[in-house]
């Protein structure tokens, strides 16, 4: 019997606990000019992960176009770091 409680956890996974809600939604709930950025960009962001950046971003005190800006070189670090391992 104690066996089986414990195979019970197994069937839930804790993906399905970390990702709540719709990501469209998600996508559709950023600013304009950040969706625009997004439907741009050369990587599959997450609007999460977009949204974080811009957040911080502005936070600083930073204006929309040097929010876009920073989103624009994290994304070629992103590039330059995947690329390195491919030569």
Known sequence: MAGR???KRN???S?????SGCP???HDALPPALRRWVIHA???WSARSVLRIWTRAL???QSEDEALARLDAAERATLRRESFGCA
Do not use: H, T, Y
């Open 42 to 44: 050369a990587l599959p």
């Open 15 to 19: 993906r399905a606990r970390w990702r």
């Open 11 to 13: 069937l839930v996974s």
């Open 5 to 7: 409680i414990g195979m």
């Open 59 to 61: 936070q600083q005190g």
């Open 24 to 26: 469209m939604s998600r």
